[in-house]
């Protein structure tokens, strides 16, 4: 398993787990591809892991809620690099809480980004992922496996990716695509930060999971040469307390 001199795209790498996932794929002598909204955080990464690693990189302005710009951030990435060995479905939001109060910006924005944008980019990388026996790697969420009362609207998005994850596996894994669904409890990121205090302000270090771990679980999934690494399921080890 190695994934030296692989081809990477990753979406939602200005921040939080994506920009951690860019950094330990590079560290393992991946060429990657960066994805997200803000181009000034992505050319400072950019710049970073050509400099760090001595790797390929590629910075791909993308808004994944556009299905025109996701077909082209793969196409560039494609064109760029010559291959795509691995894809790395990150970006995504969450926002708002009950339901009751939930606006239709809110609820749109969630599903736009969260299952959207996942497929689209999914849809646009499959031929090059069935080419090169990739991987394709979903960040899921403990909210996509137990209830999440808080926010049942980001909940079911995350349930969709794991839904759509896993039947996918069985549609492309005969093809020779590995696809993993990795699945974190809370992370310190940047994460909440459009509509409440952001995840890495809220808890303290060492209260929850840091974003390295899991890019190091993703890596190990990214990394796969045949088996498939189905679901990594990461979790604060206090998560069940209380339960
Ligand atoms: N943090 C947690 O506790 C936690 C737990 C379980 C699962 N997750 C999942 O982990 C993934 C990454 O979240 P994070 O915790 O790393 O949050 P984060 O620090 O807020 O990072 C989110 C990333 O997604 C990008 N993004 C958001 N909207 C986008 C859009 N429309 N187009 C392109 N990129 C977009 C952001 O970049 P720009 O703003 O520059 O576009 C940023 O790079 C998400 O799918 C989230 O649901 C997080």
């Not at 994460?191 to 390295?212: L, N, Q, R, Y």
């Amino acid at each position: 398993m190695t994934l030296q001199d692989k081809y990477a795209l990753v979406t939602g790498a200005s921040a939080g787990i994506g920009e951690d996932t860019a950094r330990v794929l590079a560290r393992e002598g991946a060429n990657v591809a960066l994805a997200a909204r803000r181009e000034e955080r992505l050319e400072g990464l950019a710049d970073e892991l050509a400099s760090a690693f001595g790797v390929e990189t590629l910075v791909v302005p993308t808004d994944v809620r556009d299905e025109e710009a996701v077909e082209a951030m793969v196409r560039t990435t494609v064109e760029e690099f010559g291959r795509l060995d691995v894809l790395v479905n990150n970006a995504g939001v969450g926002v708002g809480g009950d339901v009751a109060d939930v606006t239709t910006d809110e609820y749109r924005l969630m599903m736009e980004t969260n299952v959207d944008g996942v497929f689209f980019a999914t849809q646009a990388a499959i031929p090059h992922l069935r080419e090169t026996d990739g991987n394709l790697v979903f960040v899921g969420s403990f909210a996509g496996q137990y209830p999440r009362p808080g926010n049942p609207t980001y909940a079911a998005t995350k349930w969709w990716v794991r839904g759509f994850a896993h039947s996918l596996e069985g549609q492309i894994g005969p093809d020779g695509v590995g696809v993993s669904v990795v699945n974190p409890t809370e992370v310190r990121t940047e994460f909440a930060s459009e509509s409440d205090t952001a995840f890495e302000d809220h808890f303290d270090p060492g209260e929850v999971t840091e974003p390295e771990e899991v890019a190091e679980a993703i890596a190990f999934a990214a990394s796969q040469e045949r088996s498939t690494v189905h679901e990594i399921d990461l979790y604060r080890r206090d998560k069940f307390d209380g339960w």
